[in-house]
T-cell receptor, first 114, second 111 residues
Framework: DTGVSQDPRHKITKRGQNVTFRCDPI?????LYWYRQTLGQGPEFLTY????????KSRLLSDRFSAERPKGSFSTLEIQRTEQGDSAMYLC????????????FGPGTRLLVL | GEDVEQSLFLSVREGDSSVINCTYT??????LYWYKQEPGAGLQLLTY?????DMKQDQRLTVLLNKKDKHLSLRIADTQTGDSAIYFC???????????FGKGTSLLVTP
């Protein structure tokens, strides 16, 4: 068990470009979360999957953001037409437990939009 | 709950106790959590407390919960330099699917 992994760890892009991040949860964890963390803030919830079903989306997740978990294993988060305000750390977490707080977090993908 | 409040900074000397305070908003949250984040790393679950408990002790960590005042605290005994990190308090969101985090308390432990 290698923990939650995320790729890439860092991404620099120009405004207007599309970016995609990947999260590999701990194997057999059926619940997967995406959070966003900006400097000096706590993580903010973006979206939640149970298996392949996306059950909850935050109002923070504008229509430029899309997340998938096609086979109930890894997940991708895509941001289209990036804006400077999208610069943040994007954190993925997974768990097999029932409550949201029992999740294991990955190291995050740090995005910088120039 | 929308806003979980924490003081932003705490400095203690090595060997002293640290107390990090948090005020949460959602009285229906069944669990309350403390996470630790070291520089450049993801979040690590430190401990949690069930809402019907007043106190939970786990080695050097003591969590106190005052439901009436919606106040949660984390006490770290014999604080070490390796405890320097940002500590986040979190409650279960209204939807039950996610966590609402505070802004974090940056703990600096000096020798």
């Amino acid at each position: 068990d290698t923990g939650v992994s995320q790729d890439p760890r860092h991404k620099i892009t120009k405004r207007g470009q599309n970016v995609t991040f990947r999260c590999d949860p701990i194997s057999e964890h059926n619940r997967l979360y995406w959070y966003r963390q900006t400097l000096g803030q706590g993580p903010e919830f973006l979206t939640y999957f149970q298996n392949e079903a996306q059950l909850e989306k935050s109002r923070l997740l504008s229509d430029r953001f899309s997340a998938e978990r096609p086979k109930g294993s890894f997940s991708t988060l895509e941001i289209q037409r990036t804006e400077q305000g999208d610069s943040a750390m994007y954190l993925c977490a997974s768990t097999s437990r029932g409550e949201a707080g029992g999740a294991y977090f990955g190291p995050g993908t740090r995005l910088l939009v120039l | 709950g929308e806003d979980v409040e924490q003081s932003l900074f705490l400095s203690v000397r090595e060997g002293d106790s640290s107390v990090i305070n948090c005020t949460y908003t959602d009285s229906s949250s069944t669990y309350l959590y403390w996470y630790k984040q070291e520089p450049g790393a993801g979040l690590q679950l430190l401990t949690y407390i069930f809402s019907n408990m007043d106190m939970k002790q786990d080695q050097r960590l003591t969590v106190l919960l005052n439901k009436k005042d919606k106040h949660l605290s984390l006490r770290i005994a014999d604080t070490q330099t390796g405890d320097s990190a940002i500590y986040f308090c979190a409650e279960i969101s209204d939807s039950g699917y996610a966590l609402n985090f505070g802004k974090g308390t940056s703990l600096l432990v000096t020798p």
